[in-house]
């Protein structure tokens, strides 16, 4: 046992006066197996690296596409519909130069048929107009701008439309400015002036 205490000694006197710490790089042989896994996946390492770099590339490389697409399709994308408008002006200028006062016939065909060719344009481009006369009143769908008391009517109905209004597909484009018809109750204003009249009278 006295034996054994004293080499275990003397290897703790060996390594502290080698100057061993933890820090101490250790520097392995290429026979060594761990050299050779070490080796291994630093080059594994390095191939990930290199896929990442080469995949960060071109996705900064797609970026940049697609933004140069948003910004063409952007700045070009009202080049369609106002080649459609410039059509509609031609006509209307056309239209103008008609004698109305001599020929009231045909300029009224004339603007008729710029309101059939508008209304195509529209239409192509998703626009219908939205229903309201006659339909309830929906603030989603019309603005009401008047409200008259009609009992011979449906309370909130619709009953008479200044300016149409339009959807584009699914979205309210503009909506419709109407007139509402309102069955109201007495306010309380009114109720107590009535109460005082009745006290008034039975005062008499």
Do not use: W
């Amino acid at each position: 046992m006295d034996e054994e205490n004293e080499k275990d000694q003397e290897i703790e006197l060996d390594l502290s006066e080698e100057g061993l710490e933890d820090d101490t790089i250790i520097e392995l042989s290429p026979e060594d197996p761990l050299y050779k896994q070490l080796d291994e996946e630093c080059n594994k390492t390095n191939e990930l690296l290199d896929r990442l770099q080469r995949l960060q590339a071109e996705f900064e490389n797609y970026r940049k596409r697609m933004d140069a697409r948003f910004s063409d399709v952007t700045k070009f994308a009202s080049e369609n519909i106002l080649l459609k408008v410039l059509d509609v002006y031609d006509n209307i200028l056309r239209a103008l130069e008609m004698d109305f006062a001599n020929d009231p016939q045909a300029a009224k065909e004339g603007i008729s048929a710029i309101a059939q060719q508008i209304n195509k344009m529209l239409t192509l481009e998703g626009v219908r107009p939205i229903e309201s006369k006659g339909m309830q009143f929906d603030p989603y769908y019309q603005h009401a701008v008047q409200k008259v008391h009609d009992p011979d009517k449906k309370d909130g109905e619709v009953l008479e439309e200044y300016q149409k209004g339009y959807m584009l597909k699914e979205k309210v484009l503009r909506p419709a400015v109407v007139c509402v018809n309102r069955h109201e109750a007495p306010t309380v204003e009114t109720s107590n002036d009535e109460d005082k009249d009745n006290q008034k009278e039975g005062a008499e």
